[in-house]
């Protein structure tokens, strides 16, 4: 037996080792493969057999399949049949900053290089498939898993979603992209019914996940929890067959969410291939499991319909070289480097909101004391959010950065100043009620430690009791009694920096305009405290900008402010319908705290010669916009130029600004640099409901080029012809 096995797996790699990995090659060794196999051993490859495996076929040499989770990090190896760990010792992986943190970067390089991380990693855990990444719409301020996805932009999601993904899987991992589609809320997740137009699908919901499949070619996609249009996302046929099949042309593997399928028959129809997480006890009983096999013996179901759910299996399995271990990745974990790009991420993320009389960066040859102040200046994060969650190797809290770096030469006086009253409860927000009493007592002793101090730093903001997956927060304020907090310091000593620890919008104005200095630091994962005291002492900069529209208060912001979030009835109806994010805001005129794409910088910057290589253009055309930018300070930065079109005049309404290119520019002192942002005439195009396509209606648009989408350095004309 054991010979015939080693014999098969010989054969396998040889025929890999001659062939070029064609798809034809690889189209007719699935066809091979998939006659040798009898229908129970198929339906096998269809559904796990534990948490996060599926069986193999040992006599013909398909191994099992290993998933793990999750976007920012290599999930801790969990018990094959429950859901505790597994204790092991040697899996701890490298943290990076979750997705908002990554969005604020708006580099597409170091996305890149985490995705490679994360591939190494993963194939050093031995795993096939990495869960993630999450990249549904953050629509609401409150969606407990906001922390996790990565903006309300489609086009910063599709352009980071592609980097991430391709790098990945040039390491021999599929990723897995989630949740597909409309899981922008947790609450009621697996029971919610999510109404969205076919042109809001189409302009914001889509595009991320066209942009996986279609230009990073992802591997695999996850079906969410949630319905849709009336139908389980894991069972709708126009997800699952029209768009993922038909329109995006995926050749890989449509999986549930953990517990999200529903039926055999109607989900196998509508292009499901694998079931995850069912809460049967017994995997044979599970949909694709004994009922597949039956509903195909009793004529329900075609055999050939399995085939094609195999041979989308085996097709992943051939491209991350399943059967050619030899030329696999081998993967390597916890190294300097991926620790370095762990840094270098939190760094880049890190957004400075207000920077009055250029308190920062501080000066550390000049001071004497600093107030550290705050729960979040020792709390560590890495393990918390649930699937994301994890064991990292080390991580890194401010105050032990800062002690570590600078304790020697400067006096630390560390107070608490609040006291986490939250705990977390799964599926449920409860953990979050009666979290606002103010402690008194830790707040005169922070006041005592700010008074005596040079300088005071609040790390105050949010953790993973609010930001998780399972259950949306109740409402956006600081908790804790934070802002008390923050306003008796303040009075204390007028040189307070408050730095939120947060991955999703919150209510700040009060603070906004109390204290000097705030800074957004996100979940920093394993580097965090060197990332955050590193900006906050001049060695880096900061360069981070908002994935997100920052409210002054959650009811401004379009699902709320329609009254159509978590939804009524079960059901929730997208009425904000294309105005989500800042172009709701911008459309209506809505004045919010931060916009999208806001962030300063140590430097100053000027753009000049703003310039469109011509003024009209045929349908078929690419735009080039260049713009000079120059560091016009003292210290090394960097600017994000963004580029935002509208039209003028429309048949339909259209966003104020839609973004549609963005390039991040490091300059030295005094340096500058000409660049160029490209657009093609097609992507000015809206969704018709009426035609059912993309239509770009010829005529004239504006092209805005800026450093956040409120802060418009140039508006460029041109026309656009039929
Ligand atoms: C989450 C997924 C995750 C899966 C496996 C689900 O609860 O929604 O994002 O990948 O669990 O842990």
Redesign the pocket.
């Known amino acids: 037996m054991k010979i015939k096995f080693i014999a098969i797996v010989s054969f396998l790699a040889f025929c890999f080792a001659i062939h070029p990995q064609t798809d034809v090659q690889t189209e007719k060794r699935i066809k091979e493969v998939i006659k040798k196999m009898t229908l129970p051993e198929k339906v096998g490859l269809l559904h796990g057999n534990s ?2 495996y599926t069986s193999g076929i040992a006599r013909l040499g398909i191994p099992e399949w290993a998933l793990s ?2 976007p920012h990090g290599v ?1 801790a190896e969990m018990n094959r049949n429950n859901w505790k760990y597994a204790g092991w010792t040697n899996d701890s992986s490298t943290c990076f900053p979750p997705g908002t943190a990554m969005a604020a970067t708006w580099n597409l390089d170091l996305t890149r290089q985490r995705g490679y991380v994360l591939g190494e990693e993963a194939r050093f855990r031995k795993k096939d498939v990495l ?2 990444p ?1 990249i549904n719409i953050i629509r609401s301020p409150l969606c407990g898993r906001n922390f ?1 996805y990565m903006s309300e932009d489609p086009f910063l999601i599709s352009q980071l979603t592609v980097a991430y993904i391709k790098a990945l899987q040039t390491k021999d991992v599929a990723a ?1 992209v ?2 597909f589609l409309g ?1 922008n809320q947790e609450e009621n ?1 697996t029971s919610i019914d999510v109404n969205i137009s076919e042109r809001a699908l189409r302009e914001i919901y889509l595009p991320g996940f066209k942009a996986a499949v279609m230009d990073a070619g992802a591997l695999t996609v ?1 079906g ?2 949630n319905k849709f249009r009336g139908e389980w996302c894991t069972e709708n046929n126009y997800l699952g067959r029209t768009l993922l099949r038909d329109e995006f042309h995926f050749k890989g593997v449509y999986m549930t ?3 999200a399928a529903h039926s055999t028959e109607k989900a196998a129809l509508a292009g499901l291939d694998l079931e ?2 069912t809460s049967k006890d017994d995997y044979n009983d599970w949909y694709f499991a004994n009922p597949l096999i039956n509903a195909v013996k009793e004529g329900r179901l075609k055999e050939s319909l399995v085939d094609e759910k195999v041979a989308n299996i085996l097709r992943v399995m051939f491209k991350t070289k399943m059967f050619n271990t030899k030329s696999r990745e081998k993967g390597s974990i916890n190294t300097k480097e991926h620790q370095q790009v762990a840094y270098r991420s939190a760094v880049e993320a890190i957004v400075l909101l207000k920077n009055e009389k250029e308190l920062l960066p501080l000066n550390t040859n000049e001071l004497k004391s600093i107030a550290v102040i705050g729960d979040n200046a020792t709390r560590k994060h890495c393990g918390g959010g ?3 969650e994890i064991k990292t190797l080390y991580e890194i809290t401010p105050l032990q950065a800062l002690t570590q770096k600078f304790g020697s030469n400067l006096k630390i006086n560390f107070a608490q100043g609040y006291k986490k009253q939250s705990s977390f409860f799964e599926d449920s927000n409860k953990g979050q009620l009666n979290t606002d009493s103010v402690d008194w007592k830790l707040i005169d002793e922070a006041v005592a430690q700010a008074k005596k101090s040079d300088v005071a730093i609040i790390f105050a903001g949010l953790n993973h009791d609010f930001d998780t ?2 259950f949306d927060r109740i409402h956006a304020r600081l908790p804790y009694g934070q802002a008390q907090l923050i306003q008796e310091v303040t009075k204390a000593n007028p040189k307070t920096i408050v730095v939120i620890i947060a991955g999703s919008p919150l209510e700040l104005s009060s603070i906004a305009y109390r204290v000097p200095a705030l800074v957004w630091a996100w979940y920093g994962g394993m580097e965090a405290g060197n990332a955050v005291i590193d900006v906050l002492t001049g060695k880096e900069f900061p360069s981070g900008k908002l994935p997100f529209t920052m409210p002054v208060s959650v009811d401004q912001s379009p699902a709320h402010a329609l009254g159509n979030f978590p939804g009524r009835d079960l059901k929730t109806n997208y009425e904000e319908n294309i105005l989500v994010g800042y172009r709701w805001y911008d459309t209506k005129n809505i004045q919010s705290l931060f916009p999208f794409g806001y962030g300063l910088s140590y430097t100053t910057f000027s753009l000049t010669n703003a310039l469109t290589d011509k003024k009209d253009y045929e349908k078929k055309d690419q735009i080039t916009v260049t713009v000079t930018v120059k560091n016009t300070g003292k210290r090394a930065g960097a600017e994000v130029i963004q580029l935002y079109s509208s039209q003028t005049k429309c048949s339909v309404l259209r966003p104020t600004k839609e973004l549609k290119a963005f390039q991040k520019v490091f300059l030295q002192a005094g340096e500058e640099k000409t660049i160029s942002l490209k657009v093609s005439v097609t992507d000015l195009a809206f969704y018709s409901e009426k035609t059912n396509c993309w239509i770009v209606e010829p005529g004239e648009f504006v092209l805005h080029v800026a450093t956040s989408a409120n802060n418009i350095h140039s508006s460029l004309l041109i026309t656009a012809n039929s």
Request: proline share 0%; net charge neutral; no cysteine.
């Open positions: 948490k996060f989770d999750g999930r869960l993630g999450g996790e897995s989630k949740h899981n997740r996850m969410a929890y969410d953990w517990n995850m997480g649930l699937s994301s997956e399972s």
